[in-house]
């Protein structure tokens, strides 16, 4: 991708994608479970992360995990992605 290259009000697919310096306003950002992106100093405003295919299906995965009583394994698969302790 450009530098400074700006996206608005368009569906934009994430998988195997590099992004450096990009805008993303008001977009919808589609990751379906490949390659994961990267983003070197890009802005979000506005947008709408959606999961699908694979991704979808292990978002679902997880939603079943917490609703089955495996909340603090689901809170702990979060706090490893964000760099929490535990």
Known sequence: METATIFNHETV???GQA???CEFRACRLVYAGG???TFDDCRFDDCDWRLEGAAGRTLAHLRVIW???GKA???G???EITGATR
Request: hydrophobic content about 35%; proline content about 11%; overall charge negative.
């Open 35 to 37: 390659e994961p992106p």
């Open 19 to 21: 992004f450096s310096g």
């Open 67 to 69: 609703n089955a009583g």
């Open 73 to 75: 394994q689901v809170q």
């Open 77 to 79: 698969l979060i706090k």
């Open 13 to 15: 697919e994430l998988d």
